[in-house]
């Protein structure tokens, strides 16, 4: 359930209505928002008489959560989460964009990409060092000197860094070197991987499962966010439907659905979502005209020859051409995409 604190409470009044909680033994989590504190109170409700706590000292009101996930809904946080690492924010009113090549593959070829997406206007540097193939043949990626080379490149140009975690065992490593952790849509209910990751203070990135319902991808929030880490960020890229005329099914409709539902920022990953490059520019139109807080780009200087998801990988022109078309879509809607956009 969730407890609505009066604007006026006071400090001392909020850390009462905590520990009557605790003593019920309830998993208590705060949200300050803009004008009242709200706590969202986990555990045994069905013998709780909510009369008991709506009669403490400086609470408004009290409100029962009925559906599943808690604490990404919007009954516990009304007004959006903005995720603010160093300069960039995510989820208020810029899009912002998180281009990269699908695995890193060499210095030069990390360097080269970075100098390019930053140029055009992306903030975050995508890049895959721990990879996860359908085929054990294929690239499996280069490791922690993958993520050494994707950190000193983003470093060179003024870039954070995004990178996936395989499991468990790879987040230590993974903190060291990445500003935001990604959860591929392969572990996105890999439990103990998000136990794990809730337990972490740095930002996640949470993509949408193959075949998962929008519900299954909140309550897999859940778990992040019921550890500890509020830093959560969903991505929509695309599932597996009858379809076989691009490599999944990009659902738009989920952007503005997750938004309604949640609080969280709302990432689309067109690559992912089409497969095929000449598809990735429209539905990333599509997405910031649906509202997304940004966007994930696979961007390659030679596709042709990448390592790994060449044919979905779009030059450097046409992510310039992309981002310039993006930034006006962005204001049409009373958005934009920041500073540096490709003029």
Not at 18 to 23: E, P, Q, W
Not at 71 to 91: A, C, E, H, M, N
Not at 120 to 135: C, E, N, Q, T
Not at 323 to 343: D, F, N, V
Request: overall charge negative; aromatic content about 4%.
């Amino acid at each position: 359930m969730v407890i609505v604190m009066r604007e006026d409470a006071s400090e001392e009044q909020v850390q009462h209505v905590i520990s009557r909680l605790i003593d019920m033994n309830f998993d208590i989590h705060r949200s300050t928002g803009v004008n009242n504190t709200v706590l969202g109170a986990i555990g045994e409700v069905h013998n709780i008489d909510k009369r008991n706590i709506e009669v403490l000292d400086g609470v408004s009101e009290v409100i029962r959560i009925t559906h599943p996930y808690k604490l990404v809904g919007r009954t516990f946080q009304p007004d959006d989460t903005i995720i603010s690492i160093k300069d960039v924010q995510i989820g208020g009113d810029e899009v912002v964009v998180m281009a990269g090549p699908c695995s890193v593959e060499s210095a030069s070829q990390i360097d080269a990409i970075a100098e390019v997406v930053k140029q055009a206007g992306a903030k975050i540097l995508r890049g895959g060092a721990f990879k996860p193939r359908s085929s054990p043949y294929s690239f499996q990626g280069l490791g922690e000197k993958g993520l050494q080379l994707l950190r000193d490149a983003a470093d060179r140009h003024g870039l954070l860094v995004v990178s996936e975690v395989m499991d468990k065992t790879k987040i230590p490593v993974l903190l060291e070197y990445a500003d935001i952790l990604q959860v591929g849509a392969r572990n996105m209910q890999n439990y103990d991987l998000l136990r794990q990751l809730g337990k972490a203070r740095k930002p996640v990135l949470l993509k949408r499962g193959l075949a998962a319902t929008i519900e299954e991808t909140l309550m897999s929030a859940e778990y992040l966010m019921a550890g500890g880490n509020y830093q959560v960020m969903l991505c929509e890229r695309g599932i597996r439907t009858f379809e076989n005329y691009t490599r999944n099914t990009m659902d738009i409709s989920a952007i503005p659905v997750l938004q309604k539902l949640s609080h969280l920022p709302v990432i689309a990953d067109p690559s992912h979502g089409t497969g095929i490059r000449n598809k990735v520019a429209p539905m990333a139109r599509a997405a910031v005209a649906a509202g997304a807080s940004g966007l994930m780009i696979e961007v390659h200087h030679d596709p042709d020859n990448a390592k790994s998801d060449g044919a979905q990988s779009l030059f450097p022109e046409q992510f310039a051409q992309l981002m310039r078309e993006c930034e006006m879509i962005a204001q049409a809607i009373g958005k934009h995409l920041g500073q540096g956009a490709a003029k």
